[in-house]
């Protein structure tokens, strides 16, 4: 798989612990699998069982005539439940 973006230094950016408390994933771009949209939705998926309290947001326009859009029934596949959306 390729990872598109830049690269995190580790020996500048080490690890921490995460904070208590719920934890936000935010993605802002078009909704286009070259953004990475379908690994987000992937993980946010294998993340949810773990992390109940978790949240993942994509924000971004979503243009089908585009060539490299995400399906529209991907998509749906991965709406979150109205309650997690509110939160």
Known sequence: ??????RVYMQIFAREPLPGGAINFLVIG???????????CEASRALCGDYSD???IDIGPH????PHTCAD???Q??????????A
């Open 1 to 6: 798989m390729r990872t598109y973006g830049l």
């Open 30 to 40: 078009r909704l286009l699998t070259e953004k990475g949209v379908a690994e987000f």
């Open 54 to 56: 978790a949240c993942f």
């Open 63 to 66: 243009d089908p005539k585009q």
């Open 73 to 75: 029934r991907d998509l």
């Open 77 to 86: 596949d991965t709406v979150a439940e109205p309650e997690k959306q509110s």
